[in-house]
């Protein structure tokens, strides 16, 4: 196949592209991205010289663009998103154009082209999940964030594109994913990097927010499986049954790297914090023979060595890009001088 990745120079994009052109040696990617903050040309660097990939840059919701891309390709597999809860309560517009009206352009141009399409979703769209429960793919979708609202819209769109257009389309619904490259505003990135530096870690609340923990080459090998044989008009959920506090991952950071308790900081919560997601993933193991290759302890450790191993990557973003200091003091720097740690916001940026 030929493949258009959208959102392929961010995290989970970008090792979908490594994968493909390691596993798949008769598949072309054409990878898209608008190059916005979370998206970094270096997360490519490793296949710019295979002959089966090319980059263009742009906007999903730009249909000019869009079209003859989707039209040369033989699927479309759509990570361009506005992602980060945080970030969406301070500009959830931004999240809305991306997540709903660029999914709409992009099952336009496979509408027009018979193509089909896959659309990277997450477990965020079922809401808080209540303790002993673990949401199904048939479960109702009830965000409560402007970001997983704005997931839940591209995944509707995509639902009403299937059935009134008769458009090949399939979903993932994934968990917490967590790895090398990530953008250091997410939990494990943003935490790991702050106790390299010995500042403080910002744990909302009491930090026993419930998330189920994947390994981003195995949420990669998931999409790839489903983007192959998963049945049309169809949900997949993606979970590595690795559910962990945010607090105990926070303690396995700072054990993995051998730093002491006292950088944990508890901040004022967002508005909305989800208190728990867990996935049953029963389908995709069932119907297409997926399952995670790592536990939740090797997730862990190979995600913090690969920081500890490749500070140029996230010091460029840390220390010289000032969207990352600009985000870091609005988010960040009224709950750590609330909370009394000592440390200012522009110390943590550094």
């Not at 109702?140 to 257009?165: D, I």
Request: contains cysteine.
């Amino acid at each position: 196949m030929r493949i258009l990745v959208t959102g392929a120079a961010g995290f989970i994009g970008s090792a979908f592209v490594r994968r493909v052109l390691r596993e798949h040696p008769a598949d072309e990617v054409v990878a898209y991205d608008a190059l916005t903050y979370a998206g970094n040309p270096a997360n490519l660097d490793e296949v710019r010289g295979d002959p089966r990939f090319r980059f263009a840059q742009g906007d999903i919701a730009d249909a000019a663009t869009v079209d003859p891309l989707v039209a040369g390709c033989d699927a479309v597999v759509n990570f361009a998103a506005e992602t980060h809860v945080d970030r969406s309560l301070l500009d959830p517009e931004a999240f809305a154009r991306a997540n709903v009206v660029g999914v709409m352009t992009l099952l336009q141009a496979a509408r027009q082209h018979g193509k089909r399409l896959l659309q990277v979703s997450t477990d965020e769209v079922y809401g808080d999940v209540e303790p002993g429960h673990a949401s199904v793919e048939l479960d109702p979708l009830l965000p409560r964030s402007p970001y997983a609202a704005a997931k839940a819209g591209g995944e509707l769109m995509c639902r009403a594109y299937h059935v009134s257009y008769d458009v090949d389309v399939v979903i993932t619904r994934g968990c917490n994913t967590i790895g090398p490259r990530q953008y250091p505003e997410k939990l494990v990135p943003l935490f790991v990097t702050n106790a390299l530096q010995d500042l403080p870690l910002p744990v909302y609340g009491d930090g026993r927010q419930e998330r189920d923990w994947l390994f981003v080459d195995d949420h990669a090998a998931a999409i790839d499986l489903v983007l192959r044989e998963g049945r049309s008009g169809e949900a997949y959920n993606v979970g590595a049954g690795a559910e962990r506090p945010n607090l105990d991952v926070v303690r396995g950071i700072l054990g993995r790297l051998g730093k002491p308790e006292s950088l944990v900081v508890h901040v004022p919560d967002r508005p909305g914090h989800d208190r728990r997601y867990a996935l049953s993933s029963a389908k995709i193991r069932q119907e297409l023979g997926w399952s995670p290759a790592r536990t939740f302890e090797q997730t862990l450790a190979e995600t913090v060595d690969w920081y500890v191993a490749n500070p140029g990557w996230w010091e460029a973003i840390r220390e010289r890009d000032e969207r990352f200091r600009d985000y870091y003091e609005r988010q960040y720097g009224w709950r750590l001088a609330t909370a009394g740690s000592g440390a200012g916001a522009s110390g943590a940026a550094k």
